[in-house]
């Protein structure tokens, strides 16, 4: 059968029709997820939804675009970013048979791209497969063998010329080893090979500018996907990032404007990107308080109020983003390094077999050890020691009388301490005088008490001088 030859006129609008489905695809996307963030979901749910709608996108409107018009190594790029996405998003899958349903979906994509298109569900496109002599009741059996098959030959970079037969091969593997080993089950599934010559006609000029154009689209799904799967990674860095907006408005009084939010998502998960997604999950609302009070530690006193004021977002330099980011997550990441670091094991030779007891011995003994430090650690302190008391402490509040019976009482070599002066036998008035003034003084007051001669007080001494001062003869001159 001869190849149909389009006309000029005919080609110019099949074309400038495979141009704008090219260039409609990016812009597909985007209206699919700006119809889903109206419902405001989590971020965990946006890369579900990327993923369902970039493969719902590739599927219904570019699959043929980019099987027919890309070179193979192209095509293997955008199929293995598919597989990765894919394998990213798992994680937030609810059960099994969803995990199940994303790799399938990445398979049947794959398979698409490279040639092969068989409807796996009953209605719609299988009412118009031709039975090839099975029962309708029969479909369903190679249909599932056909869904193994993709599996089982997902992501293992067959080439495209060669995928098709390698699924029809693989299905009647599958089916053979189920007990089916009925060639029209094959043929009903070789009608999911694909004709490659499809827009074969089309002059070289018009199949330039449809492969420039699938190839600029297939390329802005290749960055977006790669894009998207740093972002899940990071996503707990975007988590804390968006929790610490939150806490700027709630507690710090700085509502942000949507540019500074984009700034401060930019600059944190490049900070946290050291410590992996598990210790940032656990430690997330503490972080993102940390990030908040910083950032609003840097921000300017006036640069809060006024646009408080003014009813108007806070504006934070980039600058200060930058510091309070990085401090907290150096902060976190010498903390956790501190903890991962361990004590050098011991030197020395390893204990053999006939040590182990020995061993084992020594750990329980310092385990004891440990253990009762541990309890005289938590033990209350005992009380000080009471100083020793000098006397009784029942006479501690008799009156004078009595303390000075008990001091007769105590005989003196029990006493410490330098002896009691004597009591002096001179008069207070002589305690200043000199040492010769108290001597005559003395003698006096021993020949006055022994009735003697009153003597004359030494010359040149005070009593002498009162002496001469006094008149002789009784006239006070």
Request: with cysteine; aromatic share 4%; proline share 8%.
């Amino acid at each position: 059968m001869a190849k149909e030859v389009m006309s000029e006129e005919k080609q110019d609008t099949v074309v400038k029709g495979l141009i704008a489905d090219a260039n409609s695809l990016q812009s597909r996307l985007d209206t699919y997820l700006e119809n889903a963030k109206q419902a405001n979901p989590s971020l965990e749910d946006m890369h579900i939804i990327f993923n369902q709608s970039a493969n719902s996108v590739i599927d219904g409107l570019g699959a043929d675009i980019i099987r027919l018009f890309l070179e193979e190594e192209k095509i293997q790029v955008i199929v293995d970013n598919i597989h990765e996405h894919s394998a990213e998003c798992m994680q937030f899958a609810n059960s099994e048979k969803e995990s199940a349903k994303q790799v399938l979906v990445a398979a049947k994509i794959e398979a698409k791209l490279k040639g092969f298109d068989l409807p796996l569900s009953m209605g719609g496109p299988a009412n118009e497969l031709d039975p090839y002599g099975i029962k309708q009741e029969d479909y369903i059996t190679a249909m599932d063998a056909t869904k193994e098959a993709l599996i089982a030959l997902a992501n293992q970079e067959i080439p495209k010329r060669e995928y098709a037969d390698k699924v029809v091969e693989k299905t009647a593997e599958i089916l053979k080893s189920k007990g089916v080993d009925d060639p029209k089950f094959v043929e009903f599934v070789s009608q999911g090979k694909k004709n490659p010559d499809k827009y074969k006609t089309l002059s070289e000029s018009r199949r330039t500018a449809v492969k420039s154009a699938i190839s600029e689209s297939a390329e802005k799904f290749n960055q977006r996907f790669k894009r998207d799967v740093v972002d899940i990674k990071n996503l707990e860095a975007r988590n804390i990032a968006q929790q610490a907006l939150k806490d700027l408005d709630k507690n710090h009084n700085s509502s942000v404007s949507k540019e500074t939010s984009a700034k401060i998502l930019a600059k944190i998960a490049p900070a946290l990107q050291k410590l992996d997604p598990k210790y940032l999950k656990e430690n997330r609302a503490s972080i993102a308080a940390e990030i908040a009070k910083e950032i609003s530690r840097e921000t300017s006193f006036l640069s809060k109020i006024i646009p408080r004021f003014l009813r108007k977002n806070v504006s934070i330099s980039s600058v200060n983003i930058d510091k309070a980011v990085q401090k907290i997550a150096n902060k976190h990441i010498n903390a956790k390094n501190s903890k991962k670091s361990k004590p050098h094991p011991p030197k020395g030779p390893k204990p053999t077999e006939k040590d182990i007891p020995k061993v084992k011995r020594v750990e329980e003994i310092i385990a004891e050890k440990s253990r009762a430090f541990e309890e005289r650690k938590n033990m209350s302190p005992p009380p000080p020691p009471r100083p020793p008391q000098s006397r009784p402490p029942e006479h501690a509040l008799r009156p004078k009388q009595d303390e000075k019976d008990i001091a007769q009482q105590v005989p003196e070599s029990s006493v410490k301490g330098p002896s009691p002066r004597p009591p002096q036998s001179l008069p207070p008035e002589h305690a200043f005088r000199s040492k010769q003034d108290k001597k005559n003084v003395a003698q006096r007051v021993l020949e006055s008490r022994a009735g003697g001669k009153k003597s004359r007080p030494p010359k040149g001494s005070h009593a002498q001088r009162v002496e001469d001062s006094k008149p002789k003869d009784g006239i006070v001159r």
